[in-house]
Nanobody
Framework: QVQLVESGGGLVQAGASLRLSCAVS????????MAWFRQAPGKERELVAH????????YYADGVKGRFTISRDNSKNTVYLQMNSLKPEDTSVYYC??????????????WGQGTQVTVSS
């Protein structure tokens, strides 16, 4: 059974930083692209960033480019999202997801349960 478990969320003030982690169990992620999504209340889930299987290529949504960094440690089967200069509009539940391929394409294969990030002004 594949499980993705996010951690690291919390309540912070605008301008602060947080580092989210996504620990995967049940299979190795070394061959799979990974991603972070987020969903704010009343809004659709949106892609934040994704990273290819070896970590050499990453994509970021325009709203987080330059502030967020996605990374991975395949030896630990873990993906990270470093979030700097947080803004109130970053408030969302953040979800980790895996893809079938080595580069992100199409839909997620597995999802985590999410971790809440709240940024106060």
């Amino acid at each position: 059974q594949v499980q993705l478990v996010e951690s690291g969320g919390g309540l912070v003030q605008a301008g602060a930083s947080l580092r989210l982690s996504c620990a995967v169990s049940g299979r190795t992620i070394r061959n799979n692209a990974m991603a972070w999504f987020r969903q704010a209340p009343g809004k659709e889930r949106e892609l934040v960033a994704h990273i290819n299987f070896h970590g050499g290529r990453a994509y970021y949504a325009d709203g987080v480019k330059g502030r967020f960094t996605i990374s991975r440690d395949n030896s630990k089967n873990t993906v990270y999202l470093q979030m700097n200069s947080l803004k109130p509009e970053d408030t969302s539940v953040y979800y980790c997801a895996s893809n079938r391929g080595g580069s992100w394409y199409g839909l997620a294969e597995f999802w985590g349960q999410g971790t809440q990030v709240t940024v106060s002004s």
